[in-house]
């Protein structure tokens, strides 16, 4: 299976929140070969650290995440967004996952439960580590 990490499951290991140690087990079970995450996801994590005066937390990040796929759309994948926006009431960010998800066959592990109208839907690390 391949995974695409939404943002906030990063932001659980970042930020030592409720789900940490779930998060910090699924990342060392599944091979980091499986692992994907949007450069949106990238940008926003970034942008999120800094917002919270942790910008150094940022450095760590790109150490981790440096072993892992990133993944870009393209310009004429974004087209899908707002058909993706309207058809499942997602959030633009949450969208462009979606996208992304679809276009390169991936699971999306997220706590964001907005995923759970589309026909993909979501599976948090949890989830994935009770099928392993």
């Known amino acids: 299976m391949r995974y695409l990490l939404d943002a906030n499951i990063i932001l659980e290991v970042m930020t030592g929140g409720k789900h940490y140690a779930a998060v910090k ?13 949007t450069w949106y996801s990238v940008f926003s994590i970034g942008i999120l650290l800094n917002r919270h005066g942790l910008t150094g937390e940022f450095i760590k990040f790109l150490r981790y995440a440096e072993t892992i796929n990133v993944i870009l759309l393209r310009m004429r994948d974004l087209y899908e967004i707002p058909k993706v926006i309207s058809e499942y009431n997602l959030d633009f960010d949450d969208a462009y996952q979606y996208v992304a998800a679809e ?16 026909p993909c839907g979501r599976k948090t690390p949890e989830e994935i580590l009770n099928e392993l």
Request: cysteine-free; overall charge negative.
């Open 103 to 118: 276009k390169y066959n991936l699971i999306i592990v997220s706590y964001d439960s907005d995923f759970k109208r589309t």
């Open 25 to 37: 087990s699924f990342l060392e079970k599944v091979s980091e070969l499986d692992l994907y995450i």
